[in-house]
């Protein structure tokens, strides 16, 4: 079953410094707060189910990983380097398309995105008892509290933590002394030439493009500039004809 709000029809995304791609401007700001708020790519979202797929053999729940996210599909690429996404209502696991996935955090502590979060935890956690002889077995709070060190390590460094880096973390986690044989973690690929094209002169001009603070706020020189008037985005930015 796919996702579905009448308010989120749109965003607007531009490529940070890191590489990860992060809302800039979304059609519902009601129930969406953009700073910090990042979207995973295509490219991305392909290397996620490439390695959520090593978790079949333990349970996975494909409903939930299609439950997790929004999707958008590029409709145009603005004059700033921004992309304009469109929502999308195709099942996100089984388009054609090759899709920006935004996971579903409305409800951070209980939606359906952090379902996903502890799914794969378990998952993973079963796998790596299952593959790596440990004098006792591994456990979830451990794995949980390796990533929230490192979550928290990128706050106090100023660092916004990005959902990709986030699920990539559990992901492909592997303790200390440990290792597994048969893992590919070289990162995301992608065979589709033509968002390879699409995408590329955004990418080639990051640096000119975006300057990221230590807190991802895109707009943090207007906030300096004593600009709070706050204006909601009801309707999609114009378009070229």
């Not at 531009?14 to 519902?28: A, H, L, V």
């Not at 979060?117 to 077995?137: E, G, M, P, Y």
């Not at 973390?169 to 200390?176: F, G, H, K, R, S």
């Given at each position: 079953?796919?996702?579905?709000?009448?308010?989120l029809?749109?965003?607007?995304?531009?490529i940070?410094?890191?590489m990860?791609?992060?809302?800039?401007e979304?059609?519902?700001?009601i129930h969406?707060?953009?700073?910090?708020?990042?979207?995973?790519?295509?490219?991305?979202?392909?290397?996620?189910?490439?390695?959520?797929?090593?978790?079949?053999?333990?349970?996975?729940?494909?409903?939930?990983?299609?439950?997790?996210?929004?999707?958008?599909a590029?409709?145009?690429?603005?004059?700033?380097?921004?992309?304009?996404?469109?929502?999308?209502?195709?099942?996100i696991?089984e388009?054609?398309?090759?899709?920006?996935a935004?996971?579903?955090?409305?409800?951070?502590?209980?939606?359906?995105?952090?379902?996903l979060?502890?799914?794969?935890?378990?998952?993973?956690?079963?796998?790596?008892?299952?593959?790596?002889?440990?004098?006792?077995?591994?456990?979830?709070?451990?794995?949980?509290?390796?990533?929230?060190?490192?979550?928290?390590?990128?706050?106090?460094?100023?660092?916004?933590?990005?959902?990709?880096?986030?699920?990539?973390?559990?992901l492909?986690?592997?303790?200390?002394?440990?290792?597994?044989?048969?893992?590919?973690?070289?990162?995301?690929?992608?065979?589709?030439?033509?968002?390879?094209k699409?995408?590329?002169?955004?990418?080639?001009?990051?640096?000119e493009?975006?300057?990221?603070?230590?807190?991802?706020?895109?707009?943090?020189e207007?906030?300096?500039?004593?600009?709070?008037?706050?204006?909601?985005?009801?309707?999609?930015?114009?378009?070229?004809?």
């Amino acid at each position: 079953m796919t996702n579905t709000t009448s308010k989120l029809t749109w965003c607007k995304a531009r490529i940070g410094e890191d590489m990860n791609w992060w809302i800039q401007e979304i059609s519902d700001p009601i129930h969406w707060d953009i700073d910090g708020l990042g979207i995973i790519d295509p490219r991305q979202f392909q290397h996620i189910l490439d390695l959520i797929e090593s978790l079949s053999d333990y349970g996975l729940q494909n409903e939930l990983v299609e439950e997790a996210f929004y999707s958008f599909a590029i409709d145009t690429i603005e004059k700033d380097k921004s992309v304009l996404l469109k929502r999308i209502n195709d099942s996100i696991l089984e388009s054609e398309e090759q899709l920006f996935a935004l996971p579903n955090v409305m409800d951070e502590e209980k939606g359906p995105y952090a379902d996903l979060i502890n799914h794969i935890t378990k998952l993973r956690v079963k796998l790596l008892n299952d593959l790596i002889d440990f004098s006792q077995s591994f456990t979830i709070e451990e794995l949980e509290e390796e990533i929230r060190e490192t979550q928290n390590n990128d706050f106090m460094e100023g660092r916004a933590s990005h959902f990709f880096n986030e699920m990539t973390a559990i992901l492909e986690y592997v303790p200390e002394g440990f290792e597994l044989d048969d893992e590919d973690s070289s990162g995301p690929k992608s065979e589709d030439e033509e968002l390879q094209k699409e995408l590329s002169d955004v990418e080639a001009d990051t640096s000119e493009t975006i300057e990221a603070d230590d807190t991802m706020k895109w707009e943090e020189e207007e906030e300096e500039e004593g600009q709070d008037d706050y204006k909601e985005q009801t309707s999609p930015p114009e378009e070229n004809n």
